[in-house]
């Protein structure tokens, strides 16, 4: 099939940046969008032009580097889907599609569709971890049994991939479910207990003063998710929050 | 005497590592404060290690090409993790699980660092789940295992279909805590581009920057890389885009022997290529195999027929489809190791018979499974005299719990219905059980350079196991590394600061600065990518799932030759100061233009079928085992480790020697 | 506790508290209205009670005066951040794709309601603390003192049909800013598991029937007189 397609080019941080036109054509249907990105950049070099910077590593939906906004969608319009795994079946011949950078403040784009996460890794740092050291001795890994509900719960949690396709689809710009995920896989763990009270306390101050915005619950984070992190986190996230601030 | 000294300590093997912990030298805390280590790559074991070395009080230094360590390529490992806890009580011990490794590896490995690796194996499911890994639990709260890879007992621990995603962000959470102290400086989005040697010693990188271009120096007391393989000299192959060979490439050009890089693992359940276009191939893990059926048709009309879209595979009766696994191999039938299974299917699909328009495609099937589950269920159920379609659904019920969400993928990739239709399945490449050569402390040959992880070749021999790649990774990062490193820093207590401004950092940057000039200014005609599947073409043809004299002479000439018109007429668009994905990957593939050809020389040196490693012209003559790999221990029970002497081709071969004192050295029968 | 008042998720609750309060109101609103339908004597003695009852007008009028103040104004305060927390928009952008249209516009809503309010303090409000504070009438009677005034001032009010248009349009607001609101203010407050999957449906019940109900009595009066 032949496409056209609008992308956002900026050649750096603080240039302004537009959206440009491309046409590309025998696209395979079978192909994966990356793929067909790869076309693109191909016949770009080709002709001396510059390819399209793009984040992509894994190409098979969790390595969660690759963030494109398709046709005002994260990650396309596919659900439960990263934008390596949407197929250009989803197209039709002749479409125009629009592909755009993750935007948020708190992710400053780099280069064309390259965006700079690293506000999501702070955000890990200020508490996104069990203060355990590496010995050797730490009790035996079955010495606390964990009901199955809850294990299955944090690890629904942990799924998250950290792609940020959450902000990027929030109208406010909000980190919440990603925060919420992992807050929550914490809290439902006893090996995450201990902690609870600071760390949910730490990640939500850090991740005010990156610049997120604040969730307003109209759930479009939780759709756009490709792996499907649920509301309920946010909401596990409030209650230890709340109960957090009030231990003080 | 080699020059190789493996360092293996003294004493009876399940002593080893214990007696040698209690000798080895420490370092004292105020002196660990002013000692820094490098750490290259963050995924597993480059994660794991500079996060408990950090823990240890050195001041570490880690990079990574990705913008987050999060997102190194250990997190696409599906199955699970080995150790051996025994708690499903099924006689797992230390020793089994040292024993089947040795033996996977087709004795290719090292005894005494194996036999560590199942040592420490325990230790690692205490640690994650400590970290706040959710490994799958049992009804009763305990852990649950499975069993993987044809192995006798269920030992593999597992958080969904997600493991290797689970460990890492384990480790990653880990390292922010330690980045959170100020105790490690992470750079992200930095890919080291040499090492700098002092006095014979590591002391240092080189690293570009890759948002800003900058060329950026850094010291340390000691440096690690945990680079991860080098499967994608293949192009395709299970890898991420970015995984490359570039820093243990570096090392070993700058005095680290490479070894046995001809081992290398083809994974048989990956999704087939459909196109020229392909970039990446996707696995699906090797589980499938316990309920999956894999079969060609018998009859060439009919492969013709499929694959021009007349004939569904869903319409060939049984006598008319080939298991060709159960047909070889009555033993293990649709269960054999991954080098097997591989192989038989490239048989079939070089024979013709392969099911799509590439013709590198077999059947992957589930109807006899969802039959039986639905038969087994509806008899639980006490459904009397079930009509097809109730015994179809039950049965997909179950298929779907156990494997849904690799139905899922595959239904998304290729938008076929795999409960209805057969799947499609190839052998890809996955794993690279060759690497830097390292002692039994993972120290390179160069002084103060250690190479963990599956960017060292220590302990899988041939071929790995199934669910041990994330054990060896963590094993190195969190429980060997960390202690071994000590012997050497311990002697370093006094040397201070390692200044940048010498004469060693100079050239090492004059050298990465020369070559990223010339890759802009190479005013070519091609881009990277068409290099990049030329080569991965001849490694694919000549060195792939079996490999013979006269293919791995024409390889290694047509790797050459590659190479120098890679030199020639390459073309990379945008400049040097600025991010340029291009360039990144003209580096990446100018480095596996040389690997590749070092590849092919270390398979034709080996006239043995070993492994992953599989040479036609050693095959079993005649009786049960006509036709298999033969392996040749009189020969080849070594190590082969290369010295780089400028041109690949002129690489110098040393050998170690594997010795077998625990373990009796056996042909692998599958039949 | 500034700290969690300053925090994201600290506003979410106060937000989410201010609805809770708010809805609370409007239901109560609502019960003493549809009184002037059923019966207009009720009706009276139970406003009379409402207007004149001393914890009534200076506990709860305040608070709720605090209530309807605050989440106006935290409500364009988080707008203001939210935007900004996003410099440049997207040139496309398909919000119906994943979320509702009363979800993504709660600040138009909002901001029609704040409209109509104004408007309805200038209908009742306002004369209300006139006639009892500035002029300290507190009798509740007719200029004639014959009976109560809060009907018929009530009748009075919904004769023009403008003003009735008005008020359904204010209502149909106030239903789509519910529709979202009422489930949002609960998942606000962390209220959003197994226990409490109902509580959707009884919000959009909660969200129809009430602007519903207000409606009707509107539409009651101007065709009834």
Avoid at chain 1, 94 to 120: C, H, M, N, Q, W
Wanted: aromatic letters at 10%; a neutral charge; glycine letters at 10%.
């Amino acid at each position: 099939m032949n496409l056209t397609l609008k992308i956002w080019r900026q050649k750096g941080p603080q240039d302004k940046g537009k959206m440009v036109d491309y046409k590309v054509t025998e696209i395979s249907e079978h192909m994966s969008f990356l793929e067909m990105m790869d076309v693109l950049n191909e016949q770009l070099t080709n002709k001396g032009e510059e390819p399209v910077a793009f984040d992509h590593d894994c190409r098979e939906g969790i390595c969660g580097m690759c963030s494109m906004y398709i046709n005002g969608e994260a990650h396309g319009p596919d659900r439960g889907v990263t934008t390596c795994q949407l197929h250009m079946r989803m197209f039709k011949d002749g479409d125009t599609i629009t592909i755009e950078p993750f935007r948020a403040k708190a992710f400053p784009v780099i280069k064309d569709l390259v965006v700079d996460r690293s506000s999501f890794d702070r955000i890990q740092q200020a508490g996104g971890y069990i203060s355990v050291n590496t010995s050797g001795n730490t009790q035996d890994a079955n010495a606390i049994p964990i009901d199955k509900h809850s294990a299955d719960t944090a690890m629904d949690a942990a799924t998250c991939i950290g792609c940020g396709a959450c902000v990027a689809s929030c109208k406010n710009s909000s980190a919440m479910l990603f925060v919420g995920a992992k807050v929550s896989q914490y809290a439902l763990l006893p090996q995450g207990r201990v902690e609870a009270t600071d760390r949910v306390k730490n990640m939500v101050a850090q991740m005010d003063l990156e610049g997120f915005g604040n969730c307003t619950n109209t759930g479009a984070c939780e759709v756009e998710c490709p792996k499907g992190i649920s509301l309920e986190n946010i909401a596990r996230m409030n209650r230890e929050f709340f109960s957090a601030s009030i231990k003080g | 005497m080699s020059v190789l000294d493996s360092k293996i300590p003294k004493g009876p093997l399940k002593d080893k590592w214990t007696t040698y912990k209690d000798k080895i030298n420490l370092v004292n805390p105020a002196n660990k404060r002013n000692i820094d280590v490098i750490v290259v790559g963050t995924g597993l074991a480059g994660g794991s290690a500079a996060a408990t070395l950090a823990e240890l009080g050195y001041r570490v230094k880690a990079f990574c090409y990705q913008d987050s360590p999060r997102r190194a390529h250990s997190i696409a490992a599906q199955g699970g993790i080995n150790a051996a806890k025994n708690y499903q009580g099924d006689g797992d011990s230390t020793y089994r699980l040292f024993y089947d490794t040795v033996k996977g590896g087709d004795y290719r490995s090292r005894e005494a660092n194996v036999y560590r690796l199942a040592e420490v194996s325990a230790n690692i499911i205490d640690q994650c789940v400590a970290q706040g890994v959710p490994f799958a639990r049992d009804y009763g709260g305990l852990l649950d295992n499975r069993s993987f890879g044809g192995v006798l007992v269920s030992r593999t621990f597992y958080a969904k279909g997600q493991t290797g995603q689970q460990l890492l962000l384990g480790a990653y959470s880990a390292m922010n805590r330690q980045i959170a102290r100020g105790k490690i400086e992470m750079y992200n989005r930095h890919e080291m581009l040499d090492v700098v040697k002092v006095n014979g010693k590591a002391r240092g990188i080189i690293a570009r920057n890759l948002v800003t271009g900058e060329i950026e120096r850094h010291s340390a007391h000691a440096v690690v890389i945990a680079s991860g393989g080098y499967g994608n000299v293949y192009f395709l192959s299970t890898n991420a885009m970015g995984s490359n060979a570039t820093a243990a490439w570096k090392i070993h050009k700058k005095g680290a022997f490479f070894a046995n890089p001809c081992y290398t693992q083809i994974h048989p359940t990956c999704i087939p290529r459909s196109g020229d276009y392909q970039s990446k191939l996707t696995l699906m893990s090797e589980s499938l195999r316990n309920d999956g059926r894999i079969w060609v048709p018998k009859n060439m009309e009919d492969v013709l027929a499929i694959r021009e879209g007349k004939l569904k595979p869903t319409q060939l009766s049984e006598d008319q489809r080939d298991y060709y696994l159960e047909r070889r191999y009555p033993a293990f039938g649709n269960l054999v190791p991954r080098d097997v299974a591989s192989r038989a299917a490239k048989e079939r699909c070089d024979a013709g018979y392969g099911v799509n328009a590439t013709g590198e495609a077999v059947y992957l099937d589930f109807k006899s499974a969802i039959e039986r589950y639905g038969l087994e269920q509806a008899k639980i159920h006490g459904i009397q005299n079930a009509s097809k379609e109730k015994i179809t659904a039950l049965g997909e019920a179950v298929v779907e719990e156990k494997y849904g969400n690799l139905f899922q993928m595959y239904e998304k990739i290729v938008d076929e219905n795999p409960y209805k239709t057969p799947m499609m399945i190839y052998p890809a490449t996955h794993y690279t059980m060759g690497g830097v050569w390292v002692d039994y402390n993972l120290m390179t040959t160069v002084e103060g350079l250690y190479c963990i992880g599956e960017a060292n070749f220590s302990d899988h021999g041939a071929n790995r196991l199934g669910a041990s790649a994330l054990m060896q990774g963590l094993a190195d990062g969190y429980f060997v590394l960390p202690y071994t490193i000590g012997d050497y820093l311990s002697h370093e207590i006094r040397t201070g600061k390692i200044p940048t401004d010498s004469p060693e950092f100079d050239a090492a940057e004059k050298e990465v600065t020369e070559r990223i000039n010339f890759f802009v200014n190479n005013k070519g005609t091609h881009s990277v990518d068409y290099f990049h599947k030329r080569l991965g073409k001849v490694m694919w043809d000549k060195c792939g799932m079996s490999r013979n004299a006269q293919g791995l002479k024409e390889a290694i000439a047509e790797i050459k030759a590659i190479r120098e018109e890679f030199y020639k007429e390459v073309k990379v668009p945008g400049s040097a100061n600025e991010m340029n994905p291009e360039l990144e990957k003209a580096g990446r593939v100018a480095d596996f233009l040389e690997l590749g050809e070092l590849f092919a020389k270390d398979a034709l040196m080996r006239e043995e079928s070993c492994g992953g490693h599989f040479r036609e012209e050693s095959v079993e003559i005649d009786g049960e085992q006509k036709g298999e790999a033969k392996r040749n221990d009189k020969d080849y029970a070594f190590v082969a480790a290369w010295e780089y002497k400028g041109e690949p081709s002129d690489a110098v071969l040393h050998k170690e020697q594997l010795e077998f004192k625990d373990i009796e050295l056996k042909q692998r029968s599958y039949k | 506790m500034s700290g969690f008042l300053n925090s994201s998720i600290g506003r979410k609750y106060t937000m989410a508290l201010s609805a809770f309060f708010l809805m609370i109101f409007i239901l109560q609103h609502f019960a003493i209205n549809i009184l002037s339908v059923l019966s207009p004597d009720t009706f009276n003695e139970t406003s009379h009670f409402m207007g004149t009852n001393a914890l009534v007008q200076y506990g709860l009028q305040p608070v709720l005066l605090f209530g309807v103040v605050y989440h106006f104004v935290m409500g364009f305060v988080l707008e203001i951040k939210n935007k900004n927390a996003r410099a440049i928009k997207y040139a496309k952008n398909n919000g119906a794709a994943n979320s509702t249209w009363m979800s993504r516009n709660m600040i138009w809503s909002g901001g029609f309601i704040l409209v109509f309010l104004i408007i309805h303090f200038v209908d009742f409000w306002f004369p209300e603390i006139n006639t009892k504070y500035i002029q300290g009438d507190m009798s509740g009677l007719l200029a004639d003192g014959e009976g109560y005034r809060y009907y018929e001032e009530l009748v009075h009010k919904f004769e023009p049909i403008w003003r009735v248009a008005l008020y359904c349009i204010g209502f149909i607001f106030l239903s789509l800013h519910l529709l979202h609101g009422f489930s949002s203010a609960f998942q606000s407050v962390g209220a959003n598991n197994k226990y409490v999957k109902g509580l959707k449906g009884f919000g959009k019940a909660y969200a129809v029937l009430i602007p519903l109900g207000f409606i009707f009595i509107a539409l009651f009066h101007h065709f009834n007189h």
